[in-house]
Structure formats: C-alpha cells, structure tokens
C-alpha cells in the first residue's frame, strides 16, 4: 500500500519562509511526476508546482520567482521551498505523486493527507 506523508506546514508571517517535505512509502515500483497542489476555502485545488523525473519543473504563474520544487529520487521525497510568502498562499497543500506501485500495474495519482499553511501577521 502506498503512502504520501506532508509535513512542515504551519504559521508564518508575510514575507516568512516555510519548507514542505513529502515522502512515498510503501510497495513502490517507480515514480514519475512529483508535485504540489493547494486548495483555498471556497476555491479549487491549483496546481502548484511540478517535478518530473526527468526534465524541466513547472510552476503557478503565481509563485515564480518565490517557490522551489525539487525531490530527492533516492528518499522517494520531494520538497517545495517557499519564500517571501503572502497571505494568498494560505492553503492546505497537498503532496502528489504518479507512481506505478508495481511491476504488474500502471501508473496512477496519489495524494497525501494535506498540510495547512498559513500566511498572516
């Protein structure tokens, strides 16, 4: 059974840093695109940003220049830094993975719990 755990998110003031962390766990036989989503009270989840395992990231328009995907390969882990941070990132973000649990059967999506970040003075 596979597994997606968050952890770092929390309070922050404007202009603050926080660093996510989500780590796969579980019967994994290979792992494509990593990436981060978020969903705002009363909004859609967006994507955030993306990490394929191999290739160019892709991020929001909205957190250019701010945020930094990356992912350890070896840990099964990918990471999204995220500075100079604005209270319209408060969100509960969410991990997810495409990801083939075995040999035997094709690659699906799956999701992490979420973590709550909140952006506020």
Not at 45 to 64: C, F, M, Q
Not at 75 to 96: G, I, R
């Amino acid at each position: 059974q596979v597994r997606l755990v968050e952890s770092g998110g929390g309070l922050v003031q404007p202009g603050g840093s926080l660093r996510l962390s989500c780590a796969a766990s579980g019967t994994i036989f290979s792992i494509n695109a990593m990436g981060w989503y978020r969903q705002a009270p009363g909004k859609q989840r967006e994507l955030v940003a993306v990490i394929p395992s191999g290739g160019s990231t892709n991020y929001a328009d909205s957190v250019k220049g701010r945020f930094t995907i990356s992912r350890d390969n070896a840990k099964n882990t990918v990471y999204l830094q995220m500075n100079s941070l604005k209270p319209e990132d408060t969100a509960v973000y969410y991990c997810n993975a495409e990801l083939r649990p075995s040999y035997y059967i094709g690659y699906g999506h799956y999701w992490g719990q979420g973590t709550q970040v909140t952006v506020s003075s």
